[in-house]
DNA sequence: GCTAAAAGGACAAACGTTTGCATAAACCTA
DNA sequence: TAGGTTTATGCAAACGTTTGTCCTTTTAGC
């Protein structure tokens, strides 16, 4: 039953002829006579043989395997990154391997040290909340392999990389949200050591004041963008003498949490609070009123991450010197915070 | 810079000893005098040695790869279940290799040969939907490599399985719902060539029966569990002469949906019309009211797949008998069908 | 002090491929 | 017909490990 695979050697034996003709025949070689080559590929399938990529990866120095690290793959974000990933590696036959960090610098670094014993021919990487420094990564570009972080990256390295323009993003929300007539909008903010958070506050206050308006410190919540981190600041803000009138928050999650307070309170969203989230998650155009926010351009994030990774692959010989690759996300304008013009509004059908 | 990586040989030159004392004493092998082993780790970590897990695999023939296929990677249900997969995977020292078949039969052949290519110990599969014969997995099995079937599986089939109680949750749900003090329930129900969600309608029916309620077909909508479907469900509820007073819909999707029209309508859930779902998606617990659903335990899901596997595996040498896992759902009651006693409600809180 | 056992290590074969080189047969070309 | 080229194939080494077997040295038992 459990009938052992067949191995090119057994095909050569079968066949009388010798495992190299046996291999080349496989590989389509040039060199090999159209009968043989026929004989050998109709014994294949009838012995129903099974080439081992192991043995061929050892013999080659090339496993066809991609790895992939992100801190957790449940949830919208890195799944859809995954999606695009996986869609277009697969397309140009790798394989991916897929590790978690778990937020912890710990095993990250113990994750990296498994892909590489793997002998995965690249990396992509977006990284755990509190990682700060690059020595784990190290081995990985010693070793000459290339390694391109997404999302979560690390400032000031020269290290490929795949983001978002966050500041963008940032900056278009919070410019919608004054040309609805916004005079004073608010900020979730998230943890500020992450690259993605800090533009996003950083393109907030970079659009306020390039209409004119002031950046106010108690009208920035900084927290962990949580859903009741958003109840939270939204109590906080309806508790200022002068609440504002809009809130741009760094996450969507946070957005929400905010919302259910106003309907709590009876308060209208978008005319006596506008609302704008960040990163499009599903529930955002579920929710009533739907929820105005940013598209991180996921899918297109995983398949960037992979051609950068094939373009490093290809000039590797030579010196291959650190790409950036920033994605232009997507305002997508929903019901909370469209004061204006309501018949212009795009339906946007959840998928 | 490309420090082409050291081999187990090379160390060996350096120390004067010979491979086979190098390798025992990187595995910590009894055999080798402490003062060798030392030695031997202790270069090893001088010049950055890499251990080649192909080589090994090949040599040992154990891959310690593990190969799941997914008809798609993004969205709360699978990359839950592949969250719970790779933790525990990783856990016992197995790498996870992650394929989408893009529900499409064909994709789904060609990464059952990439993965057994590849020389994967185990493959765990959630089919795509119109997979309905078993060919292409023969050669798995004939391969004596562990096969494991999670949520979307083949019934009538001697293979390990593991999956939720469809009928049980849908049952609940329904029984839940008669609680309440609803009279008509209605179904929004899947495509039923797909055992989950065939299961669900399954104990729907049941659940009516039992508690003496008649099963009506023009209560029951079959369609593709979108958030549209559940638009127009409700739409064609509502036209009914005597609409009913409660949905099991067997998907938060479509739930969602048909309270979208409810809303628009004005009509008031649950008071009007009594709401429950089936996946219990993150946006369940984030709309208004929050909607009742049943939880799916997909992280659990991928944890007992792969401790089958693992079980599997261990006693690989005799003939492995299939087992099956079925694991209980839980309803999580919410505001969107709680018409009695609403201080019972336990608050849940969204990550 | 002699033998038996144990400890520590070396040799070499294997795992299943790929591939540079050599070879033999067949085909031209003049 | 000799010489050269093409075509098709075989030989054997290599990839980096692991592991069964054998050898040498030390230790212990008496």
Redesign the pocket.
């Known amino acids: 039953m459990a009938a052992?695979?067949?191995?090119?050697?057994d095909l050569?034996k079968k066949l009388?002829?010798?495992?190299?003709?046996?291999?080349?025949?496989?590989?389509n070689?040039?060199?090999?006579?159209?009968?043989?080559?026929k004989k050998v590929w109709q014994l294949a399938k009838e012995v129903n043989?099974?080439?081992?990529h192991?043995?061929?990866a050892?013999?080659?120095?090339r496993s066809n395997l991609l790895g992939v690290m992100v801190p957790h793959i449940e949830g919208h974000f890195f799944s859809s990154v995954m999606h695009g990933i996986e869609t277009v590696a697969s397309k140009v036959g790798f394989n991916v391997m897929i590790c978690q960090s778990n937020e912890n610098v710990a095993s990250e670094k113990k994750n990296i040290e498994s892909l590489l014993n793997a002998q995965v021919e690249g990396v992509l990487v977006s990284l755990a909340r509190n990682t700060h420094d690059f020595k784990h990564f190290e081995k990985v570009s010693k070793r000459a392999i290339p390694l391109v972080f997404f999302d979560r990256v690390l400032e000031g390295l020269n290290v490929s990389s795949v983001i978002i323009d966050d500041y963008l993003g940032a900056y278009q929300a919070v410019t919608h949200l004054i040309e609805q007539g916004c005079q004073r909008i608010a900020h979730f903010a998230g943890p500020q050591h992450l690259n993605i958070y800090k533009n996003r506050q950083r393109g907030y206050q970079d659009a306020l004041q390039a209409h004119g308006l002031s950046v106010e410190d108690d009208l920035i919540f900084t927290c962990d963008m949580k859903t009741e981190d958003g109840v939270e600041g939204m109590e906080k803000l309806l508790a200022l003498a002068v609440p504002p009138d809009a809130v741009f928050s760094a996450s969507d999650f946070s957005a929400v949490g905010a919302m259910q307070v106003l309907k709590a309170r009876q308060l209208r969203v978008p005319h006596d609070m506008a609302l704008v989230g960040f990163s499009n998650e599903t529930f955002t155009s579920l929710t009533e009123p739907r929820i105005t926010s940013v598209d991180q351009r996921c899918e297109q994030m995983g398949q960037s991450a992979v051609k950068l990774f094939l373009e490093m692959l290809e000039e590797k010989s030579g010196e291959f010197s650190p790409r950036r690759i920033v994605l232009q996300p997507e305002l997508l304008i929903r019901e909370s915070s469209l004061r204006l013009q309501p018949h212009l509004i795009p339906h946007v059908t959840a998928r």
Chains 1, 2 share one sequence.
């Open positions: 052992n695979r067949a191995s090119i050697a050569a009388n002829i010798s495992v190299s003709t046996v291999s080349r025949a496989l590989n070689h040039t060199s090999i006579s159209e009968s043989t080559r043989y099974q080439p081992n192991l043995a061929a050892l013999r080659k120095g």
